[in-house]
């Protein structure tokens, strides 16, 4: 893609300062239009020409058509916070801070330097309500599906989980939303493998933050339809043992491992645990011992003989003399 360096003839003119708190864009300013009124704020589909360079002039990003919806976190913060501000046929040259673009991880692709400020020429072509899910076609969910998962899955290359997570989650909500429009048994077939692929990207993203319960909902709702699906099988075992519960997290490892025994991530993953549960095991067994007083000293069995041993004949003697006392002092207390 290409992009556009700032002309020097037409210096950007600083924008109105934010509220206090709210750190500024760079620089915005509108070089052509063909309206004169407020931008739209509500959620809306807007397609763009997009043309991106670094702050020296270096070209690195260009896209003809951009499509993205306000709001969904599709494109960087600087679209999201100055598309709104613009109208139909405008080209806006924006100059933002990298806190704005990539950040510090800066971006594989397109190419971009971590901390990298953009220069963005962005014209604005066509702004529409965003779409109606439930009367989109089968075929206008799986595209819209599809664009979802691949902005989590950018978001997710630059390790930024909150926002994969979002947009795999937006996926899914297009995916699953009710619908006014039948679908051919194929279409739904495409959507059910499309579902699969974004929970199982979601239970990553939920992973990487520690998010287990959810992480976990999401790996079980994979197994729902696929019980025999190794990502989900080998995800859920990881959160079962970041929770500490080996006892279940390996056998589903084992599971995952039988259906693919050359896989080494699982193999390792597998002996970890293995060795991570004997060792709570032996620790558990110490703490008991150490509540019951240390039975391991104990002896295995009673002595047969000894200062405390009493002979079992004695003790029946015993017991017999005792109650015929009993028996001849209530016979006497009668004859009374």
């Not at 999201?80 to 040259?93: H, Y």
């Not at 400020?117 to 309500?129: F, G, Q, S």
């Not at 002996?271 to 000293?297: C, D, F, I, W």
């Amino acid at each position: 893609m290409a992009s556009c360096a700032e002309p020097s003839a037409m210096g950007p003119e600083p924008a109105a300062s934010p509220p206090a708190g709210v750190p500024p864009l760079e620089d915005f300013e509108v070089l052509d239009g063909v309206e004169d009124t407020e931008g739209e704020e509500e959620e809306e589909e807007n397609l763009m020409q997009l043309q991106t360079s670094l702050e020296n002039g270096t070209r690195v990003q260009e896209e003809p058509e951009l499509v993205f919806t306000l709001g969904d976190c599709d494109v960087i913060q600087a679209l999201d916070l100055s598309v709104p501000l613009m109208d139909v046929g405008e080209t806006a040259m924006v100059t933002a801070d990298s806190k704005y673009c990539y950040g510090p991880q800066g971006s594989r692709s397109p190419y971009i330097p971590p901390h990298a400020a953009l220069c963005l020429e962005v014209t604005l072509k066509t702004a529409v309500d965003g779409p109606d899910l439930e009367m989109l076609t089968g075929q206008e969910r799986v595209a819209l599906a599809n664009r979802k998962r691949e902005c989590g899955n950018a978001h997710y290359q630059r390790a930024d989980f909150v926002l994969a997570a979002n947009s795999y989650d937006l996926a899914i909500k297009a995916i699953t939303s009710s619908a006014k429009v039948d679908m051919t048994f194929e279409e739904e077939e495409q959507l059910l493998q499309l579902k699969v692929k974004c929970l199982n990207n979601l239970a990553a993203s939920q992973l990487k933050l520690d998010h287990y319960r959810a992480a976990l909902r999401s790996c079980s709702l994979v197994l729902e339809h696929q019980p025999d699906n190794v990502k989900a099988l080998f995800r859920k075992g990881k959160v079962l043992a970041q929770q500490g519960e080996y006892s279940e997290a390996i056998p589903i490892l084992r599971a995952a491992l039988k259906l693919e025994p050359s896989n080494k991530t699982i193999h390792a993953e597998l002996s970890k645990l293995v060795k991570k549960h004997a060792a709570q095991r032996s620790t558990e067994t110490a703490l008991y011992r150490k509540m019951l007083g240390n039975p391991s000293r104990l002896p295995a069995k009673c002595p047969g003989k000894g200062a405390w041993s009493i002979p079992w004949k004695w003790l029946f003697g015993a017991t017999a003399v005792a109650l015929g006392g009993v028996a001849l002092s209530v016979v006497i207390a009668a004859r009374n």
